[in-house]
């Protein structure tokens, strides 16, 4: 990622990331995403559906350049892993692994995510949120309530000055689905390989006018 690319979500709070599912882009998408935010971060805090947090931990070690910041991972559990993830079931994770029983139970994520979140504030850290992937959640849930969980999630990010990064999987584009999750955000990042576009999101603070 390039670092005028990287300078564009510098100020950004919650960011919409567009990047295929397949061949795990998303996961190197937000890896890369989190990596690059370490800078002015000091913890990082993924959310995996479906795949296991080892995963993640060794996308995130081999790309990060020097000491990784401290990673907690809640692990939301589906019927089915990725076959890229089965073999790291068994995997020791040297993180803090919150476990939520499905996607559906939205009520103890946030509750987990909110308290990682509150944690980190209490201590005066800035937090790197990812949650991954809206695409599979809501294999599991109405776009709507997804919807309103993650408007509050959104908020909370905002409330303690964190950012946070939402995988939607574009590889089959919904473009309505797309701008419903958009006003979310206040910056869209596409992915296209390694290369970024940036775009603003439709999300506006109270009192301003929404993009459409």
């Keep these: 990622m390039s670092d ?26 937000c890896t890369n995403l989190l990596v690059d935010a370490t800078d002015r971060v000091d913890r990082l805090l993924v959310v995996t559906v479906g795949t296991h947090p080892s995963v993640w931990h060794d996308r995130l070690t081999e790309r990060s350049a020097g000491p990784l910041a401290p990673v907690s991972y809640v692990d939301v559990k589906t019927l089915v892993r990725s076959t890229s993830t089965a073999a790291s079931d068994g995997t020791d994770v040297p993180s803090p692994v919150a476990t939520v029983s499905s996607p559906a139970d939205l009520l103890t994520l946030g509750k987990s995510v909110n308290s990682l979140l509150g944690d980190a504030a209490a201590d005066g850290d800035r ?29 909370r990010v905002r409330s303690v000055d964190g950012v946070a990064f939402y995988h939607l999987d574009n590889d089959a584009p919904d473009e309505e689905l797309q701008i419903m999750f958009a006003h979310l955000c206040d910056t869209v990042a596409t992915f296209e390989g390694e290369q970024m576009d940036v775009s603003a999101g439709y999300y506006a603070p109270a009192g301003e006018q929404s993009e459409s």
């Design 127 to 155: 937090v790197a949120l990812c949650i991954h992937s809206i695409s599979e959640m809501l294999q599991f849930v109405d776009r709507e309530f997804l919807f309103k969980f993650l408007h509050a999630v959104s908020a």
């Design 4 to 29: 005028e690319s990287s300078g564009d979500l510098r100020g950004a709070s919650n960011v919409l990331v567009l990047a295929p599912s397949v061949a795990d882009a998303g996961i190197d998408a």
